[in-house]
């Protein structure tokens, strides 16, 4: 079974979020299962691709509406990542420094669709399915069931996973020119609600559509932005798989953004050292609980009640800290600045994007916080267990699929509002659970012991691949 997996980000090439982690490690524990896993991205302008060591493979152009681009195919030559990781280089279109943020996102996702179907196409490149990943590539399953450039794709499979249904790419009939000649009588399959939208259209024409867990897919067919009822109608066709984590990168024993490797046996010591790091670093107290936040600053993590939250509980409580990592909405990164000054010694935040740090976190953090209103996986919460931290969740989505309550027997702690006071009710939980140390080392182990790795869930996505 061969296998291209199509995707915007792919760690350690470009990351922004949990996409690329998912994107970067799914494929190597296919290759365990003799799934000839291979990924194909963008080429970036970026400080990682400028080190690495690139074979050109192919060159080839293609035409978006008026404009005429040539591309080159470059596979990255690299002992450390197993499988095969190809790169599409578009000169001036998408050889830029960051993935997203550019005013031509249009041009620059059908771009690099139309490439990697042209490079297929040409070199009659025998993959059995095409995996798309969310709306940047999810024309793709529209375009080879309806492109006549495309005709001898017909019989290549499609699967397309939502990792987040907020975003769907939507643009105007107006460039309806940018995608290669059709019969125009399908064109309802691109359309939702009068406009193009990429990630309808893939729910539409893909072979099959997983969300990145079962709780999702279940929210989403009552809320997904204007797709819940497309969602229902398809679905015969849809489930969810929960995401793994590679447990051989995230491994306590072997992660050098530590500054002290442990395991079970020496928990303690091993995430005092951790936390001692970040102590010293942030002026925060060792001798309290550290409570800790990684992510993006907005709505759909509940970031926006942090500052509030946080600050309440500060006033309250003496005994804890709170270390926040992240980067968003300027208000909410404004209003952590001004929390910074007010609560010295008891709170700080690292406004930006540090994967050192989110890995000294994980380690040296006693509890993390998660109450996303909206949260298709989440990786965080995994990492986090298997670091011996324990996640505090808002029930939603992956989290609510991964983290069970102390109460209800588990491991962590969880709400079911995002709201300032569930937020403020779980940290005070927590503090309490601190304080009992025999319960709280005894869960600090347990957590650690829980196997969130790729292996069950890639034997999901390989019987998806042979349902089809
Ligand atoms: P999402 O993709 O919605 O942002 P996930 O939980 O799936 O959420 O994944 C987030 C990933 O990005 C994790 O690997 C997390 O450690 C990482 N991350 C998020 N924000 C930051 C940051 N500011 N610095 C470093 N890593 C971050
Ligand atoms: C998205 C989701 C996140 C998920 C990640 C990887 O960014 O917001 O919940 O874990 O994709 O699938």
Redesign the pocket.
């Known amino acids: 079974m061969k296998v291209l997996h199509t995707s915007f980000e792919c760690y350690p090439v470009a990351k922004v979020?949990?996409?690329a982690?998912v994107v970067g490690s799914l494929p190597s524990y296919q290759l365990n299962l003799e799934i000839d896993s291979n990924v194909i991205m963008p080429y970036y302008n970026n400080s990682y691709v400028k080190k690495q060591k690139l074979l050109s493979i192919y060159s080839g152009s293609i035409n978006l509406g008026e404009k005429h681009f040539n591309y080159v195919i470059k596979k990255i030559l690299s002992k450390k990542i197993k499988y095969s990781l190809y790169l599409v280089y578009i000169e001036g279109l998408l050889d830029r420094e960051f993935v997203y943020g550019y005013d031509d996102e249009i041009n620059r996702y059908l771009g690099f669709q139309l490439s990697v179907l042209d490079w297929i196409n040409r070199n009659s490149l025998s993959f059995d399915v095409i995996h798309c990943h969310d709306h940047h590539t999810s024309l793709i399953p529209f375009m080879v069931n309806n492109c006549y450039d495309y005709s001898s794709l017909k019989k290549v499979s499609t699967i397309v996973t939502i990792h987040?249904a907020q975003y769907q790419g939507q643009f105007s009939h107006d460039y309806i020119k940018l995608i290669p000649d059709f019969d125009v009588k399908n064109v309802g399959l691109l359309d939702w609600y009068g406009s193009i939208n990429p990630l309808a259209a893939g729910i539409k024409c893909a072979s099959r559509v997983n969300t990145v867990s079962p709780s999702y897919m279940e929210e989403l067919k009552e809320k997904a932005n204007g797709l819940e009822g497309l969602l229902r109608s398809e679905s015969n066709k849809c489930l969810g798989i929960l995401n793994g984590i590679d447990i051989s990168f995230w491994n306590t024993e072997t992660d050098s953004m530590l500054v002290k490797n442990y395991k079970l046996s020496n928990v303690v010591s091993g995430k005092k050292a951790n936390k001692k790091k970040i102590c010293d670093t942030y002026g925060l107290n060792l001798d309290l609980p550290l409570f800790g936040f990684?992510?993006?600053l907005v709505g759909e993590k509940s970031a926006d009640l942090l500052p509030q939250a946080i600050r309440e509980v500060l006033e309250k409580n003496e005994s804890i800290n709170v270390m926040i990592?992240?980067?968003g909405h300027k208000e909410i990164e404004e209003q952590l600045i001004v929390l910074k000054e007010k609560f010295k010694g008891k709170f700080n935040a690292h406004i930006?994007?540090?994967?050192k740090?989110?890995h000294l976190l994980y380690a040296g953090c006693d509890f993390l916080l998660m109450p996303s209103r909206v949260e298709p996986?989440?990786?965080?919460q995994m990492?986090s267990l298997r670091y011996g931290t324990i996640p505090i969740v808002r029930r939603t989505g992956g989290l609510k699929d991964t983290v069970i309550d102390i109460g209800d027997g588990g491991f962590g702690i969880c709400h079911d509002q995002a709201s300032v006071w569930d937020i403020k009710y779980s940290i005070n939980r927590a503090a309490e659970l601190y304080k009992d140390k025999k319960t709280f080392r005894k869960i600090q182990k347990q957590i650690m012991r829980i196997d969130n790795s790729w292996t069950k869930s890639a034997q999901e996505y390989m019987n998806l691949y042979k349902s089809i």
């Open positions: 979020g949990g996409l982690d987040n990684i992510g993006r990592l992240g980067s930006g994007y540090d994967e740090l989110s996986c989440g990786l965080n990492y």
